[in-house]
């Protein structure tokens, strides 16, 4: 059985009355006797099962919920607490059943330390709510979801590695080697639906002789024309042999690799 309001004629979880929730005096022992002296009874000593009932605190002076703020992320989470606590500092100041002048206003009533808590915790709740709230926003600036949005991103984001180029509703990123002749070594595709093709050069070492002509006697070094397929040239042994780095043909071929964006 719950216990009963202690204020003159509440009927505070009484059999026939509301049921509320309840708390108990406070254990300092200033804030008590602030308590003993704002509740209209004579000679009044509370015991350790005195209860006073929610009717009797203003709204703010309650609280249902607490909050944790990760440093990290700047999210605040916000947790239903098992029982409603009081603000530190609150006092009973409301008793409708009682004569009107012992309900006192929270201006003529709140202490200064009572009050100073209670805007230092209304002051943290409101900049924890636009942490909470900038976070989001910001999360939601940065996400990419479209091809435009990267394309956006890329611009305002320049890199000495990759060049951007937009085309035909695709994105592509190439990164040159500047050497003796650029090259594109790496590009990657970035479709419409934000899929991507990877592309790699790699270099395929061809070499043939044929028999001395008139000049001087020596062997020529020819390109060889090869087949289209790219899986024919890597078995075709008769096509890549070893070779001095003045009798290679770089042939630019491309692998591809298939990714989704997630």
């Known amino acids: 059985m719950p216990n009963k309001c202690c204020v003159p004629r509440c009927r505070g979880n009484y059999k026939n009355g509301s049921k509320v929730r309840i708390f108990r005096f406070p254990k300092d022992e200033e804030l008590r006797q602030k308590w003993i002296r704002a509740i209209p009874r004579e000679n009044f000593l509370p015991t350790e099962n005195t209860r006073v009932c929610e009717l009797h605190f203003h709204p703010e002076d309650i609280t249902t919920e607490t909050s944790y703020t990760d440093d990290s992320t700047g999210r605040t989470v916000t947790a239903p607490l098992p029982h409603a606590?009081?603000?530190?500092?609150?006092?009973?100041?409301?008793?409708?059943?009682?004569?009107?002048?012992?309900?006192?206003?929270?201006?003529?009533?709140?202490?200064?330390?009572?009050?100073?808590?209670?805007?230092?915790?209304?002051?943290?709740?409101?900049?924890?709510?636009?942490?909470?709230?900038t976070f989001q926003h910001e999360v939601e600036e940065d996400r990419i979801q479209s091809l435009k949005d990267l394309a956006d991103y890329v611009r305002c984001n320049s890199s000495a590695f990759w060049h951007a180029i937009e085309a035909n509703e695709r994105l592509i990123l190439l990164h040159i080697v500047?050497?003796?002749?650029?090259?594109?070594?790496?590009?990657?595709?970035?479709?419409?639906?934000?899929?991507?093709?990877?592309?790699?050069?790699?270099?395929?070492?061809?070499?043939?002789?044929?028999?001395?002509?008139?000049?001087?006697?020596?062997?020529?070094?020819?390109?060889?024309?090869?087949?289209?397929?790219?899986?024919?040239?890597?078995?075709?042994?008769?096509?890549?042999?070893?070779?001095?780095?003045?009798?290679?043909?770089?042939?630019?071929?491309?692998?591809?690799?298939?990714?989704?964006?997630?």
């Open 85 to 133: 606590r009081l603000l530190p500092g609150a006092i009973p100041s409301i008793f409708p059943d009682c004569p009107k002048y012992l309900t006192s206003q929270r201006s003529a009533r709140e202490a200064p330390e009572a009050k100073r808590l209670r805007l230092e915790s209304s002051a943290l709740q409101k900049a924890l709510q636009h942490s909470a709230e």
């Open 178 to 262: 500047d050497e003796d002749a650029p090259s594109i070594k790496y590009s990657f595709t970035i479709k419409q639906d934000l899929s991507i093709v990877k592309w790699r050069q790699i270099s395929l070492w061809i070499y043939s002789s044929v028999p001395a002509g008139s000049r001087g006697g020596s062997p020529e070094s020819t390109r060889r024309d090869l087949p289209a397929d790219v899986d024919t040239i890597a078995t075709n042994r008769t096509f890549i042999v070893a070779a001095s780095t003045d009798e290679v043909t770089t042939v630019p071929c491309w692998s591809t690799l298939s990714l989704h964006a997630t």
